[in-house]
Every structure is written in structure tokens, then in C-alpha cells.
């Protein structure tokens, strides 16, 4: 893969990893958003983010000399903290209905 091509990869994988950060943000920030099924689509989100995220700083070391990866562990980051607070919630749910 060339280094531009490697560029361009990795800048697209990283906004959409962004944008899907941010919009599980927004859905963990603002709960009643998203009446059905609100945590499984956030954890959904937050795995993607980090999924696009980790494979924009893989393309990114092994493909482009002098890679600066913040942007992309910026996203990574926000991947986890949609995991983590939806993952509670969703333990919860799981809990309270084992426990009927």
C-alpha cells in the first residue's frame, strides 16, 4: 500500500470513528434518546469506534513514516468510555433480569 493511500485510509477510518464515538456520546449523555434498546446500541457503537480506531493506528504505524496517532487514540479513548458507562447500564438490564 502506498503512503498516500495509507493516508487516506486512515484519515477516513479515523472521522468515522470519531463520528461514531460522538454519536454514542451523545446517546450515553442523553439516555431517553433512544427508548428501545439504548445500551446495546451504544456498546454496538463503542466497539466500532474502537474496531475503526485501532485499525486506523495499525495502518497508520505499519504504513506511514513519522505516523502521529493522536487523533486516532483520541477515538480509541472515546470507544472506551461509551463501554464502559453503556456496559453498566446493560449489566443492570442483564441483572434485573436475572433476578425477576
Known amino acids: 500500500m502506498s503512503a498516500d493511500t495509507a ?3 486512515v484519515r477516513i477510518l479515523t472521522w468515522i470513528g470519531i463520528a ?3 454519536i454514542g456520546g451523545l446517546l450515553v449523555a442523553f439516555p431517553t434518546a433512544l ?3 439504548g445500551p446495546w446500541v451504544q456498546l454496538a457503537l463503542g466497539i466500532a469506534t474502537l474496531v475503526l480506531a485501532f485499525r486506523a493506528r ?6 506511514i513514516e513519522g505516523f502521529d496517532g493522536r ?3 483520541f ?3 472515546l470507544g472506551f468510555l461509551i463501554i464502559f458507562f453503556a ?3 446493560a449489566f443492570g438490564i442483564l441483572v434485573d433480569a ?3
Open 7 to 9: 493516508r487516506r485510509n
Open 20 to 22: 461514531t464515538g460522538v
Open 35 to 37: 427508548p428501545f434498546g
Open 58 to 63: 495499525k495502518i497508520g504505524i505499519a504504513e
Open 71 to 73: 487523533l486516532s487514540l
Open 75 to 77: 477515538a480509541a479513548l
Open 87 to 89: 456496559g453498566q447500564v
Open 98 to 100: 436475572a433476578n425477576p
